[in-house]
């Protein structure tokens, strides 16, 4: 029984087998045929294909059961899906997809399809650029898109695997041929892929995605995306990789006309997208890796010039939870130029900011303006294009952008500071100045200033280091501004040349010919100025700070050369100042020179010089010699200023000790070696025409103090000596030049006249060798004031003197004159018809002569002279009668230098009582040049009787008279009376009978006697054979020649 019913089991189970492998067989074949229709099946399968817990539910039109042969899956089909969520509103579609089965879990009896299949799906992609941020994917809520279709399938990945639903067991989902669409929300831009490829596997990790497409936007340019990442299992996470080829900004474009200038960006992209979203769609990061070739930048408003662009790297990082973007790496390579960018920018209170770099390499600065946009720093853009050329640059910029987020529009630049590195340029730093070229160094910009610190570069034969150039305002409304400070190094012919440019408008008081110097120069120039086309020279600010070495100037003074100059020289837009130290003519002197510019300055220009100089450099400087009367080196100490008004002064100080001096008119000298001063303040009216000097010297005995002025033609007008000592000679002394002459005004306590007529020597030699001079005009007429406490002689004194006295030439026209020596003295010349009156009155004689120093021994006497002077005639003659009251002569003792008449009492001793009374004295006189002639010249006393004729020479100070001694005058004289035999016995009245010849000759400090006995005997007709009186023809002592003008 039981073997009965165990053979019907393996018989029910084999035929059961049999009919089961039968049908599958069939079915195989069946399927193998061709796809089998399950619409019978529609509810049933659409309810097992429900995920649990899915609002949606979905419906079909046609199911179909494929399978492709042995080997390969069994694939349920759906034709016409739809998602329907509980509003019964589809919310997704798909115009077919399949299920995939493993041949063997369906035998085995499983039907849980592991993978799905959609093709051809259309899906669309809305990209919300909230805030400038990829806000979502799939995030369209239009029922005629069928992206909703993929999402549910991600959905089912996502889901944990069951057994419960359909799909339970799927791990992965193939989407083929899809189209795909990108849209911005804002513009309604999109891009879309006809042909687009996804795969989306599960794993442990969640949902693994892999695509690819070539996306075509509305430009018409196709660009290749492949796409591989991670949808976390969690749903947390969602992390891209993207890689792109074939991309152009251009297409960008229209995505906002903030963006509009890509347009002109012709260069293809490619790169690498990695971006990290929550399980929302909401980017954490995004990170971009970029690269190009060859292409071309044009951008329009921005640069002026078209770019060809040969690489492009690019990294930048997006963080969205910070609302950030990093630039990390942003270059470009121009071929002639290299640009490298990086930055960052946040979002925060509705406002977007962006802090960069950017840097430019290897600019031609030929081609700067190719690179600087044009509207960045107008005002330094037009500058740097206008003044700088040659070489190249590096530029970098650090700046901060501000905008309203989603307003592009509104983009304000918060800061800029730009930083440049430049070698070989040419900067025109002013205009009509020559060019600072092979200049390097750095360049600063900020707050609209743009400062170049020139590390070196050279100019017209010059070199420059540590220089600056700062120009302010750049970003604001004119007048922009331009400091520079230039330190300058080369030959003072060069530095001179350059400054000597009229642009500096530097006076030419303070430039030289280039010609004529030579040494080494270093100058610190510093120039202010606007930056204005036509600039004027009142316009620049100048200052200068320099030092010259070994510097030369051809003719410095005249025609004297300074060497070896070492010195400092400032000058600012009110002041120019020189130190320093040098030669003249070889000798070492220190030299200051300020020059000084301002309306309310208190001098215009002032000149300092200290050393020790001979006094022939004098004379070689252009001023008036000083030789013959100083030679040898003085110390000098000169200061030279000229006021504001034009007018000059000069103040000087001269030592004197290593010099010698001869102030012949003043009979005085000065050895090398003795105390000599000498000080000087010269006054000059406009045009450097002498107004007055102020002069004192001392030393060796001599003091003179006083002032010179002049007349408008440098001609000498006056000289005040306050003082005048030398030797024994006190005064003071006032020369005025007249119309006709000069006035002569002598006061003081003391004058020596020897020293008075060396000085009238010497003003004749003077005069004879200028006769347009002062001198020769004093020699003219003088009108000669005296007040005077003494008047010495060689020997002794005259007293006091007080009068005036008028020369015209050699002849006294006038003179009133009081004298006190000889108990007082007076001395009158007055006009009479063609000649002058003498009136000549001397209280006692005999005194005058011993207080003068001249003769002693003579006692009383006055004398009076009277004559007249016969100017018609050329000589000049003086004709007059000398009278002498009662006098007597004495024997005194000899002093040193004053002649006595103790030779002539020996003589007359012989004839007579010498020393006795004599009543009075009578002569007629006569004067032709410096010789007085005496004629008829008698005296006589009780005892003797003295006859007299001969000469006085007053300018050799000598004499020479003869006459007769007649003994016993008073009986020897009786005779003389009765006519024609009186003068026939005695020689004539006063002559005696019996008479003894002498003569008196001589100088005046030696004078002596000859007598001749024999003459005693002779009769009187006879004795002028023995006394040899001198012939009037003789030649006098020359009159002076009247110079003429």
Known sequence: MVRRTFRVCVRVVLGTMLVASALLVVIALRLMAGPVSLDFLKERIA??????????????????????????????????????????????????????????????????????????????????????????????????????????????????????????QLDSVRIEQAKVTLRDVKTGLAWTAPDARAELKRDQRGVIISASARFIGHSGDPFDVWLDGVYSRDRSRISVEANVEGFKPSVLADLSPDVALLRGVNVVLAGRLRVETDGNGDIRTVVTEVTAGDGQVTLPGVLPASHKVKDVQARILLDGEKHSVSIERLSLDFGAATVMVTGSLARNHGQQTFSGRAEVKHVPVDRLGDYWPLEFSAGGRQWALANLSSGEIDVAADFGLTAPVGDLAALKLDRMVGSIDYRGMSVRYMPH????????????????????????????????????????????????????????????????????????????????????????????????????????????????????????????????????????????????????????????????????????????????????????????????????????????????????????EMNGRFDLRGASVDAAPLDWRKAPGSEGLVTLDVKLAQGGKLSSIDFEGRGDGLLAKGQARFTGDNALQAISLSQLGVGPTNVAIDWTRGPLGVEVSVRG??????????????????????????????????????????????????????????????????????????????????????????????????????????????????????????????????????????????????????????????????????????????????????????????????????????????GNETARLAGVVVPAFAFNNLLSNVPLLGPLLTGGKDAGLFAVAYQLYGPFDDLRTSINMLSAVTPGALRDLFTSVPDDSTPPTPIRAQPTR
């Open 749 to 954: 306590a003391l004058l020596e006249l020897p020293r008075v007529r060396h000085a009238m020597k010497v003003r004749d030699e003077l005069a004879a060798k200028d006769p347009r001079g002062a001198a020769a005009q004093a020699h003219t007429k003088t009108r000669l004031t005296l007040q005077l406490q003494q008047i010495t002689t060689q020997h002794g004194s005259l007293g006091y003197a007080n009068g005036s006295i008028d020369l015209a030439a050699d002849r006294i026209a006038a003179a009133d004159l009081a004298i006190g020596a000889g108990q007082g003295s007076t001395l009158r010349v007055t006009p009479a018809g063609n000649g002058r009156n003498l009136a000549l009155f001397i209280a006692d004689f005999g005194l005058m002569m011993q207080e003068a120093g001249w003769v002693d021994g003579m006692l009383g006497g006055t004398l009076q002279i009277n004559g007249h002077y016969d100017d018609a005639s050329a000589n000049l003659p003086f004709a007059g009668l000398l009278k002498m009251g009662p006098y007597r002569l004495q024997k005194v003792t000899p002093r040193w230098g004053v002649g006595t008449l103790n030779s002539a009492i020996d003589g007359l001793a012989r004839a007579g009582n010498a020393l006795q009374q004599f009543d009075s004295l009578k002569a007629d006189i006569g004067k032709l040049g410096d010789r007085i002639n005496i004629k008829n010249g008698r005296t006589s006393g009780a005892s003797i009787g003295l006859t007299t004729q001969g000469f006085v020479d007053l």
């Open 47 to 168: 309810s097992a294909t429900d995920a649990p817990g899915n609002n949606v539910r979905p419906e079909v039109d046609h199911i179909t059961l494929e399978w492709g042969g042995l080997g390969r899956p069994i694939r349920l089909a759906f034709h016409g899906l739809r998602f329907v969520n509980a509003e019964n509103q589809v919310v997704a579609s798909a115009p077919s997809a399949g299920l995939t089965f493993d041949p063997r879990s369906v035998i085995r009896g499983i039907f849980l399809p592991t993978s799905v299949t959609i093709e051809k799906p259309t899906i669309e992609a809305d990209i919300d650029r909230e805030g400038g941020i990829l806000r979502r994917i799939f995030a369209h809520p239009d029922a005629q898109s069928q992206d909703q279709a993929v999402g549910i399938l991600v959905e089912q990945l996502l889901a944990e695997p069951n057994y419960d639903s359909l799909v339970g």
């Open 433 to 648: 100045m020559p060019e600072l070229q092979a200049v390097f160094g750095k360049a600063r910009y900020e707050n609209g200033a743009l400062r170049f610190d020139v590390a070196s570069g050279k100019a017209v034969g010059l070199s420059v280091k540590d220089a600056s150039i700062e120009l302010t305002g750049l970003d604001g409304p004119p007048p922009q501004n331009a400091e520079i400070h230039m330190p300058i190094t080369g030959s003072a012919q060069d530095v001179m040349r350059f400054l000597s440019r009229p642009k500096l408008g530097l006076s030419r008081d303070l430039l030289y010919d280039y010609r004529r110097i030579g040494g080494e120069a270093a100058i610190d120039l510093s120039l202010r100025f606007p930056l204005a086309a036509a600039l004027a020279v009142s316009d620049i600010e100048i200052k200068t700070d320099a030092t010259v070495s070994h510097f030369s100037l051809q003719d410095a003074l005249g025609d004297v050369d300074l060497t070896d100059a070492n010195g400092k020289v400032q000058y600012s837009g009110s002041e120019f100042a020189v130190t320093g130290t040098g030669k003249l003519d070889g000798n070492s002197v220190d030299i200051a020179w300020r020059q000084m510019f301002d309306a309310k300055a208190p001098f215009r220009s002032r000149y300092d010089l200290k050393g020790t100089i001979p006094a022939a450099l004098v004379a070689k400087a252009g001023f008036p010699p000083i030789e013959p009367y100083v030679s040898g080196p003085m110390v000098a100490t000169v200061t030279y200023q000229v006021a504001t008004n034009g007018t000059s």
